[in-house]
């Protein structure tokens, strides 16, 4: 197969998936999801994102209808049906399927997955140009979930700017993350991260950055930081479940960054060698 659907026990390729409107996906966007990659048909960090995954839910009540060994199980299995050993796998449940209404319906969760072949970003070759927008969204950023408009119409508003992503910021300036990703600075050999409150992803490549840090005995500082020191960094980190340690040399049209290659390179080849051990690629 080229690309996987599955719904509740009915899997295919994703062109041929159907999905009932009466999923609560359709009307309320009520439900979360979860991400990564694949690669040598091995998903990369899969127990952290199942974690996260149950996490989301359990904080909006839903009841996930299998449990996380049954789930990773499921996951496995899929990405063996693709013909390409390097995927996308996604993941998402939904509170169920019944007639609109606000409050909750009874009956199960619906399980939806979709792979597709993709690969991860390349650190070493690609630069990233980023646009900051301010932070319309929500106070549960914390939590995974399927409403996703803010995120939607940045990524528009960069793709309209030539750029790659898009920082967001509180009143007062506070960076808080991308749209698509966490965002953090190198400054005086020291990483920044945004702390992981309500306002940001606890994003599993960001887990595993600070991690990185620390192996390398870079201080690691995680305290809100602004868009001046935004600006003022040394360097400027993407971080993804597929883009684990991305460089941002351009931020609203103006450079910024570039001053800490060999700190940046020694951040991006520990989690390369990670990636590709876990994955049995080497």
């Not at 990233?128 to 408009?149: G, Q, S, V």
């Amino acid at each position: 197969m080229k690309t996987i659907g599955y719904y509740n026990g009915k899997y295919g390729e994703i062109d041929e998936m159907t999905i009932p409107m009466n999923d609560r996906a359709c009307w309320f966007g009520d439900g979360v999801y979860d991400a990564t990659c694949c690669g040598n048909y091995v998903i990369f960090n899969l127990e952290e994102h199942i974690d996260r995954f149950y996490n989301s839910a359990g904080l909006l009540g839903i009841k996930i209808p299998m449990g996380k060994t049954e789930l990773a199980e499921l996951l496995r299995t899929l990405v063996r049906k693709l013909d390409s050993p390097d995927q996308f796998v996604y993941w998402q449940v939904t509170r169920g399927t019944a007639p609109r209404n606000h409050a909750f319906p009874e009956g199960p969760a619906n399980l939806w997955v979709f792979s597709r072949p993709s690969h991860i970003g390349d650190m070493e070759h690609e630069r990233l140009k980023l646009i900051t927008t301010e932070d319309t969204r929500f106070l549960h950023c914390n939590i995974k979930t399927l409403n996703l408009i803010p995120n939607v119409m940045a990524a528009q508003k960069t793709a309209e700017a030539g750029a790659d992503e898009a920082v967001f910021y509180r009143p007062g300036g506070r960076v808080t993350e991308c749209a698509h990703s966490n965002v953090h600075i190198l400054k005086d050999g020291i990483l920044k991260t945004a702390p992981t409150d309500h306002l940001i992803l606890p994003g599993i490549a960001r887990a595993h950055l600070i991690r990185m840090a620390k192996k390398l005995c870079i201080p690691v500082d995680e305290h809100p930081f602004t868009l001046d020191e935004l600006m003022d960094a040394d360097e400027i980190i993407v971080t993804a479940s597929s883009n684990f340690c991305m460089q941002a040399v351009e931020v609203d049209g103006k450079p910024a960054g570039g001053k800490a290659p060999a700190l940046l390179r020694a951040l991006q080849h520990e989690l390369l060698e990670e990636y590709l051990v876990y994955t049995n690629q080497k």
